[in-house]
Nanobody
């Protein structure tokens, strides 16, 4: 049974930082591309960033470029999302997702597995 478990969310002031983690089990992690998505109240789920199976390639939404960094540790079956310079509009539930394949995938419907999400709230 595949499980993706996010952690690291919480309440942070604008301008602050958070590091999200997503621990995967039940799959051969190194064969899966990983993505981070977020969903704010009343909005559709949107792509934040993704990383290839090897970790050699990353892709980011424009809103994340220069502020967020995705990394992974295949030995620990874990993917990370380092978020800096957080803004009010970053408030959302953040989800990690796994997609079998070596490339970076940006479309949510292509992903095979999803975590339960972790809440990130940015206050002024």
């Amino acid at each position: 049974q595949v499980q993706l478990v996010e952690s690291g969310g919480g309440l942070v002031q604008a301008g602050g930082s958070l590091r999200l983690s997503c621990a995967a089990s039940g799959l051969t992690f190194s064969r899966y591309s990983m993505g981070w998505f977020r969903q704010a109240p009343g909005k559709e789920r949107e792509f934040v960033g993704g990383i290839s199976a090897s970790g050699g390639r990353t892709s980011y939404a424009d809103s994340a470029k220069g502020r967020f960094t995705i990394s992974r540790d295949n030995a620990k079956n874990t993917v990370y999302l380092q978020m800096n310079s957080l803004a009010l509009e970053d408030t959302a539930v953040y989800y990690c997702a796994a997609k079998s394949g070596i490339f970076v995938f940006i479309t949510s419907r292509t992903y095979d597995y999803w975590g339960q999400g972790t809440q990130v709230t940015v206050s002024s």
